[in-house]
């Protein structure tokens, strides 16, 4: 079930994966790696950002939407598809000379994870190659310089290198039912056409 809290769960197998794949080879503490703004990063090295929530329209949705049957007598109605949009944005502390090459092999290694496994998978969230129909997709997205500076200006940081990714389809499901009666009988009566 996709409860209200698919949200907080897809950003958290998100930050499990760079995890992951950063901890200790690229970044030394996995508690280096933060679900948070890029304004309130701490000692990040590396940030992940939620900027902004999209709704999918069923007519962008292949074979989802409707109400959905709960037995015989009770439907539930059309789940919340969502588009979710993050950044990756990297840090480093080290000395003025390195922080710029320590940030780029940060940002690869970002890449190189989100390009070996571009999708969650539905019901576990674990990293999927996206070979299944119902796997969340993570697409790396081509914004321009004033896009990208329009998100990270509003938090300061307007001048870092940072990646941007979009994973959907996110579905919330609704728990608004109904009750429906189904037709028990049916009666035809043929005659003649005049």
Do not use: H, W
């Amino acid at each position: 079930m996709s409860s209200y809290t698919i949200i907080a769960d897809v950003s958290q197998a998100l930050l499990g994966a760079l995890k992951r794949s950063m901890v200790p080879d690229i970044i030394v503490n996995a508690d280096e790696i933060v679900f948070s703004g890029p304004g309130e990063r701490g000692d990040a090295s590396l940030c992940l950002y939620l900027y902004d929530i999209r709704e999918i329209r069923e007519n962008q949705l292949s074979g989802r939407g409707g109400m959905i049957n709960e037995g015989l007598n009770r439907q539930k109605y059309p789940s919340l598809y969502l588009e979710l949009f993050y950044a990756t944005i990297a840090f480093s502390s080290g000395d003025i000379k390195y922080r710029g090459i320590n940030e780029t092999k940060i940002l690869g290694r970002t890449l190189q994870a989100m390009k070996d496994y571009p999708a969650l998978n539905r019901q576990t969230l674990a990293p999927s190659e996206g070979k299944e129909r119902d796997d969340l997709r993570i697409e790396l997205l081509q914004l321009s310089a004033e896009d990208k500076s329009k998100i990270l200006g509003a938090q300061g940081n307007s001048q870092k290198a940072a990646l941007f990714y979009r994973v959907y389809p996110v579905e919330l499901e609704s728990l608004k039912t109904r009750k429906v009666k189904r037709v028990r009988e049916l009666e035809l009566t043929f005659g003649k056409k005049d």
